[in-house]
């Protein structure tokens, strides 16, 4: 199709006024939470939580050192003129783009291996949380593309920075669970109302029987 439409431009056959385009902020908001929801819903909970202090290791730490390696290759490839120049901001947010890997492959050979379950599962939960962290470095990177750092030195960049992420990264964080633990509250109280109505209790009927002390109870 695309190779049609492409041909399509280049003979001149047809010519659109408009030109659809796909948005970052649509696939960020609307295509990948249901992917990382899936993920997170699927996933062994025992085995994750079991290892979160390495799956956050290698989630967080891991994928910013991965993001400032490849960002810093792109900028000082750049300025030494092998590849197009892009300052440091933008060479960053490339780096953050990219950093997030995806191991599809990886996972499915693990899994058809049969291999030990805490490796298989530092490798899968590292790929559902590097995802936000590569969101939030991202849009890091974009903040301080919007503001003005031309006065403002190395460090206190850096600080900025780091600033600007801890607060991203902590308030999404936060949203996520007072809107999961709302989600759950408001699952737990439509289950319990069902429940009660599935469970009816029997009428009384104007029959007498015998209690346990004899006397007539009526049923």
């Known amino acids: 199709m695309g190779a049609v439409i492409k041909i399509i431009e280049f003979k001149k056959l047809a010519n659109w006024k408009e030109e659809e385009m796909f948005r970052p902020n649509m696939f960020f908001l609307l295509l ?55 300052n440091m901001t933008d060479s960053f947010a490339f780096g953050s783009l990219i950093s997030a890997v995806d191991p599809v492959a990886t ?25 936000a962290v590569s969101i939030v470095l991202t849009n890091t990177a974009e903040g301080l593309t919007r503001k003005n750092m031309s006065d403002v030195s190395g460090w206190q960049t850096f600080l900025q920075a780091l600033g600007y992420f801890l607060k991203m990264f902590f308030g999404s964080a936060a949203l996520g669970t007072l809107t999961g633990l709302i989600s759950a509250l408001i699952s737990f109280a439509c289950d319990e109302r069902a429940r009660r109505r599935r469970v009816r209790p029997t009428p009384p009927s104007p029959a007498f029987s015998s209690g346990p002390l004899g006397g007539p109870v009526l049923v």
């Open 32 to 86: 990948l939470p249901p992917i990382i929801f899936e993920s997170g819903y699927s996933l062994h909970k025992g085995n994750f939580f079991q290892n979160i202090g390495s799956i956050i290791l290698f989630s967080v730490f891991g994928t910013a050192i991965s993001a400032f390696v490849v960002g810093g290759g792109i900028y000082f490839l750049g300025q030494a003129d092998v590849i197009s120049k892009l």
């Open 107 to 131: 996972i499915a050979i693990f899994n058809a291996l049969h291999v030990d379950p805490v490796l298989n599962m530092l490798v899968f939960g590292e790929s559902i949380l590097n995802d």
